[in-house]
Nanobody, 124 residues
Framework: QVQLVESGGGLVQAGASLRLSCAASGRAFSSYAMGWFRQAPGKEREFVATISRSGSRTYYADSVKGRFTISRDNAKNTVYLQMNSLKPKDTAVYYC?????????????????WGQGTQVTVSS
């Protein structure tokens, strides 16, 4: 069992930056690939970024590539999402998730545990 708690969301203007954090507790954090997803009102939850257990491999959705960076600190049981050059279309609830089985995955159904989400709102 893994518990995930996101933080760092907020209201910012277009072009600003935010860093989201996801703190994990429970079973060994380094055993899990981690991912960030987001869900805008009226839309399905979509993949944003994923990182392998060691942090050596990352993968991004095309919509955030070059603007967002996922990273992890296994000593702190935390995964981060640095978001730069934010756009109004990035507005969503952002969720972190843990995947015990796969090296990395963009598929929502591959993830075993989810946090409660943190709201990111980008104004124009």
């Amino acid at each position: 069992q893994v518990q995930l708690v996101e933080s760092g969301g907020g209201l910012v203007q277009a072009g600003a930056s935010l860093r989201l954090s996801c703190a994990a507790s429970g079973r060994a954090f380094s055993s899990y690939a981690m991912g960030w997803f987001r869900q805008a009102p009226g839309k399905e939850r979509e993949f944003v970024a994923t990182i392998s257990r060691s942090g050596s491999r990352t993968y991004y959705a095309d919509s955030v590539k070059g603007r967002f960076t996922i990273s992890r600190d296994n000593a702190k049981n935390t995964v981060y999402l640095q978001m730069n050059s934010l756009k109004p279309k990035d507005t969503a609830v952002y969720y972190c998730a843990a995947d015990y089985t796969h090296y990395t995955s963009p598929r929502r159904d591959d993830y075993d545990y989810w946090g409660q989400g943190t709201q990111v709102t980008v104004s124009s």
